[in-house]
């Protein structure tokens, strides 16, 4: 157990990491975009939310539940975004 406890924190350390780097890709976004309207476009967060369903089927990975975390993840992205595009001035 303490070898499957050690591989747990260790993919969470590594999923810390790209959240880290999907953040400044956020960070990128809000620093584009021309206006602050622009930050939430539900098209593209019901294409992100399927592309990551559909990977999560291949994978043999529960798709439900990637899904609602998924949608917890964009959701707060939103919100980091609007925040960053506010920070801009």
Not at 17 to 38: C, E, V, W
Not at 49 to 54: C, K, L, P, T
Not at 57 to 83: H, K, M, Q
């Amino acid at each position: 157990m303490t070898e499957v406890r050690a591989g747990v924190d260790q993919v969470d350390k590594e999923m810390v990491a790209l959240l880290a780097r999907r953040f400044a890709y956020m960070d990128a976004a809000a620093r584009i975009k021309p206006t602050r309207a622009a930050v939430r476009d539900e098209a593209r967060k019901a294409q992100v939310i399927a592309n990551v369903r559909a990977q999560a089927r291949a994978a043999g990975v529960p798709d439900a539940a990637v899904t609602a975390i998924w949608e917890t993840l964009v959701e707060a992205s939103i919100a980091y975004e609007f925040e960053a595009f506010d920070r801009r001035g």
